[in-house]
T-cell receptor, first 114, second 113 residues
Framework: DSGVTQTPKHLITATGQRVTLRCSPRSGDLSVYWYQQSLDQGLQFLIQYYNGEERAKGNILERFSAQQFPDLHSELNLSSLELGDSALYFC?????????????FGQGTRLTVV | GENVEQHPSTLSVQEGDSAVIKCTYSDSASNYFPWYKQELGKGPQLIIDIRSNVGEKKDQRIAVTLNKTAKHFSLHITETQPEDSAVYFCAASREAAGNKLTFGGGTRVLVKP
């Protein structure tokens, strides 16, 4: 158990809908990262938050947004969903401010858009 | 931005043999190189990592080597066991980018008993 909790584990929704994925980082970790894993694209970095503020952005679509709350949990919002958004979404967290520390991944949320 | 290439994409070995996975990276400023193991239905799990001030690191049956000049790093698994069967990912990051990881495409390892 990595200590990173993601909910829900599975999500099935229709095209055009909006969903929210939730992540609780390891206790004490200030950084949260979101990654998308699809069959043809591998693990792609989406966005990073550190202590409530956006720190780095990857190839995240404009239809996607995220935030990190004062209790350090994070949510990834996906809107106007398309079939191609079907993927595994992982959250990872890492330590208190130090760079290049270990990143621990949650079990992921499998999103299926039908 | 950083680009990480990983080879091979699949690897089949006999139990007890060694497995080697190789990665190259493009950003010479990258200084942290973790390896993750992903089992079916689970998230990636860190198995070993190496920083740019070290050339080699070993943890029991797993070792990683780093050649900064050539910008490549490798994972070596010795005495493979069936439970080593999984998908392995290499990744790279640089200090200025925090811990944002750029991943290789993954290697599916199958250890045949």
């Amino acid at each position: 158990d990595s200590g990173v909790t993601q909910t829900p584990k599975h999500l099935i929704t229709a095209t055009g809908q909006r969903v929210t994925l939730r992540c609780s980082p390891r206790s004490g970790d200030l950084s949260v990262y979101w990654y998308q894993q699809s069959l043809d694209q591998g693990l792609q970095f989406l966005i990073q938050y550190y202590n409530g503020e956006e720190r780095a952005k990857g190839n995240i679509l404009e239809r996607f947004s995220a935030q990190q709350f004062p209790d350090l949990h994070s949510e990834l919002n996906l809107s106007s969903l398309e079939l191609g958004d079907s993927a595994l979404y992982f959250c990872a967290s890492s330590g208190q401010g130090a760079v290049n520390t270990e990143a621990f991944f949650g079990q992921g949320t499998r999103l299926t858009v039908v | 931005g950083e680009n990480v290439e990983q080879h091979p994409s699949t690897l089949s070995v006999q139990e007890g043999d060694s497995a080697v996975i190789k990665c190259t990276y493009s950003d010479s400023a990258s200084n942290y190189f973790p390896w993750y193991k992903q089992e079916l239905g689970k998230g990636p799990q860190l198995i070993i990592d190496i920083r740019s001030n070290v050339g080699e690191k070993k943890d029991q049956r797993i070792a990683v080597t780093l050649n900064k000049t050539a910008k490549h790093f490798s994972l070596h698994i010795t005495e493979t066991q069936p439970e080593d069967s999984a998908v392995y990912f290499c990744a790279a990051s640089r200090e200025a980018a925090g811990n944002k990881l750029t991943f290789g495409g993954g290697t599916r390892v199958l250890v045949k008993p």
